[in-house]
Antibody, heavy 119, light 113 residues
């Protein structure tokens, strides 16, 4: 049974940084692409970033391009999201999601971690 | 970007009755490889989303067979043959054919009458 457990959320001032982590277990970490998806009350579900199974390819939503960085640690089976220059509209629950293609696509979700950007 | 439009946005249903949710894409979701990467998610109150249907019509493991997906091209439907109390929540379609970005529908909130 795949498990994805996010952490690192919190309240942060605009312009500051935060790093989210997603600890995974129960599946072959190096076999799956991984993603971050966020959800805010006013904007529904929004794809944020994706990384290939080996980290060789990374993609970002226009809204976070240049500010957020997705990375993965295959030694510890952890996915990260480094978020810099945070803005109010980054306020959301951030979900770690397994699978970015075909039958694997978004096949497993974490419970989410809440990020609030406010002064 | 591909825009996904769901209807209705709110769906009151009587227990035991069928329910259908529509999802329309701004362009055909047929990929150059011939597949259609359209998925359905369910989000129960207080929970994270979970996938119900992959590639238009394939039910995920553990999903009751009262859930079915259909459609082609731009138009897709999630059907619940007989709604049960545990089906309350928000349903989203999401496309993976043309990305980035992956794009979601606005969500359809299913409630019991």
């Amino acid at each position: 049974q795949a498990q994805l457990v996010e952490s690192g959320g919190g309240v942060v001032q605009p312009g500051r940084s935060l790093r989210l982590s997603c600890a995974t277990s129960g599946f072959a970490f190096n076999a799956f692409g991984l993603q971050w998806v966020r959800q805010s009350p006013g904007r529904g579900l929004e794809w944020v970033a994706s990384t290939a199974h080996d980290g060789s390819r990374k993609f970002y939503a226009d809204s976070v391009q240049g500010r957020f960085t997705i990375s993965r640690d295959s030694s510890n089976n952890i996915l990260y999201l480094q978020m810099n220059s945070l803005r109010g509209d980054d306020t959301a629950i951030y979900y770690c999601v397994r699978g970015w293609h075909d039958a694997d696509f978004m096949g497993a979700w974490g419970q989410g971690t809440s990020v609030t950007v406010s002064s | 970007d591909v825009v996904m439009t769901q209807s209705p946005l709110s769906l009151p249903v009587t227990l035991g009755q069928p329910a259908s949710i529509s999802c329309r894409a701004s362009q055909s979701l047929v990929h150059s490889d011939g597949n259609t990467y359209l998925y359905w998610l369910q989000q129960r109150p207080g929970q994270s989303p979970r996938r119900l249907i992959y590639k238009v019509s394939n039910r995920d493991s553990g999903v009751p067979d009262r859930f079915s997906g259909s459609g082609s091209g731009r138009d897709f439907t999630l059907t619940i043959s007989r709604v049960e109390a545990e089906d309350v929540g928000v349903y989203y379609c999401v496309q993976g054919s043309f990305w980035p970005p992956y794009t979601f529908g606005q969500g359809t909130k299913l409630v019991i009458k």
